[in-house]
Structures are given as structure tokens and as C-alpha cells.
Nanobody, 118 residues
Framework: QVQVVESGGGLVQAGGSLRLSCAAS????????MGWFRQAPGKEREFVAG????????DYADSAKGRFTISRDNAKNTVYLQMNTMKPEDTAVYHC???????????WGQGTQVTVSS
């Protein structure tokens, strides 16, 4: 099993920045990377960004490109999501998930609330 815990959410004004953290523990050796997702009220969950432990290759949703940066610290089994130039539409619960070798995001955290005020 892999445990995933997010932190760093909060309230920020439009145009501001926030950094989320996601720590994985347990059998992390079975994971190949981590991803961030978000779900706003009344909307479906959407992919935001993902990163691989090995090599650090990352991919982003179009809504995140140019504003968000995902990074990782392999020694700490932790990934970060730096969010800049935030917009009210970024308001959502942000979840982190651990990805297995087959591509499935199998282990999820409880989520952290991010609210961007206009």
C-alpha cells in the first residue's frame, strides 16, 4: 500500500501564488510518479500535472501550462505543485495520486482545498 498526504492549500487572492506538497509513504517503490488533480464544485475531477520519479519528466493540462510547475524530491518521496498567477477558476479541492507502472493512478490523498478570491 501507498499512503499519500497533501498539504499547503488555503486562500489566496487572484494573481497570487501557492505551493502544494504531496508526501508518499509505504511501498513507494511500486510507483513511477505522482500526479495532481483537482475537482471544483459541480465539476468532474481533472488532471492538472504529473511527474515521474525517474528523470523528472512532467506533463501539464493546458490550464496549468505556463502558470503551474510540478517538481519532486525523490529523497523525500514528495512532489510539489507551485501555482502562480492564480485565477478564481483554480478554486478546487486538489488531490495528489501515486501512479503505478501501468499508468493507473492507484493511491489517492484526501485532498486540500484551494480557494482563489477575485
Amino acid at each position: 500500500q501507498v499512503q499519500v498526504v497533501e498539504s499547503g492549500g488555503g486562500l489566496v487572492q487572484a494573481g497570487g501564488s501557492l505551493r502544494l506538497s504531496c508526501a508518499a509513504s509505504g511501498r513507494t517503490i511500486i510507483t513511477v510518479g505522482m500526479g495532481w488533480f483537482r475537482q471544483a464544485p459541480g465539476k468532474e475531477r481533472e488532471f492538472v500535472a504529473g511527474i515521474r520519479w525517474s528523470g523528472g519528466s512532467a506533463d501539464y493540462a493546458d490550464s496549468a501550462k505556463g502558470r503551474f510547475t510540478i517538481s519532486r524530491d525523490n529523497a523525500k518521496n514528495t512532489v510539489y505543485l507551485q501555482m502562480n498567477t492564480m485565477k478564481p477558476e483554480d478554486t478546487a479541492v486538489y488531490h495528489c495520486a501515486a501512479r503505478l507502472s501501468g499508468g493507473l493512478f492507484a493511491y489517492w490523498g484526501q485532498g486540500t482545498q484551494v480557494t482563489v478570491s477575485s
